[in-house]
């Protein structure tokens, strides 16, 4: 299987059944594509010169016959996957988005800023101290990568995700089950490969750890992110309000 059989296999689907599912409320709510859009875009700057970083130090390598050509170091299929999995977990998360009524409990998450900030920037912190290993580079390389990120969505709009946890655990755990899989068939039929030399060796469900925390991570970016652009409180209240009975 090579790089681009494998986005047609497992990414373009899923893209296409739930963009088709989820279009009226895309259309509906316009809020939500143009956030869709900008973390694609986000996507790419940020996780271009990283990734670059990775397979010009050997964390991860793919097989040369496996794709069509890089650009730098990184196959193009790869900037692919990085604008096609926002994709994927946006639509996925449109179909939560439009099923369930928000319930806001300012008391309950006022303590969820903070709390999720700091839990995110001691594990920023905890990546800074894994890059002094060799084993744990590619962990490091992770954390230190995505927790700033994840604390700034944190201290900015924690109490939305916890206000809206129901459907922030749905949104991140299934694309990211999905995508653990996916990612699992890709390394046994040999389309890239996580270096031993770099990694701890350790696995989660038959995957390299790492490969299972950067989805998880990535999942959580986006989803976070979208719901921060999205003002997806502010409209869920709206959906709500607007579904009550009117008065007689």
């Not at 449109?94 to 009524?101: G, K, L, S």
């Not at 694309?175 to 389309?191: C, H, M, S, V």
Request: net charge neutral.
């Amino acid at each position: 299987m090579t790089y681009l059989q494998f986005h047609l296999v497992f990414i373009l689907p899923p893209i296409l059944v739930l963009g088709i599912l989820g279009a009226p409320y895309l259309a509906r709510h316009l809020r939500m594509p143009a956030a869709i859009i900008a973390m694609v875009a986000a996507a790419l700057v940020y996780t271009t010169p990283w990734d670059n970083y990775l397979v010009w130090k050997g964390v991860w390598s793919y097989g040369a016959d496996r794709v069509l050509g890089t650009i730098g170091y990184v196959p193009v299929e790869e900037y692919a996957f990085f604008l096609l999995q926002p994709v994927l977990s946006g639509f996925w998360f449109v179909q939560i988005a439009a099923r369930e009524i928000l319930s806001p409990e300012p008391r309950a998450s006022s303590l969820a800023r903070p709390l999720g900030a700091g839990i995110c920037i001691a594990l920023a912190l905890l990546g800074g101290v894994l890059l002094l290993f060799e084993k744990t580079t590619y962990m490091g390389l992770i954390l230190s990568w995505s927790a700033p990120i994840l604390a700034l969505q944190w201290g900015w709009t924690g109490h939305w995700f916890y206000q809206l946890r129901r459907r922030w655990l749905l949104g991140v755990l299934v694309p990211t089950f999905y995508l653990w899989i996916a990612d699992g068939i890709a390394i046994e039929r040999g389309i890239w490969t996580i270096s031993e030399r770099f990694s701890t060796g350790l696995h989660l469900l038959g995957l390299p750890l790492e490969e299972a925390v950067f989805f998880l991570v990535t999942n959580l970016l986006v989803i976070q992110g979208l719901i921060m652009l999205s003002g997806a409180p502010a409209f869920t209240i709206q959906d709500a309000y607007e579904k009550r009975p009117a008065r007689s």
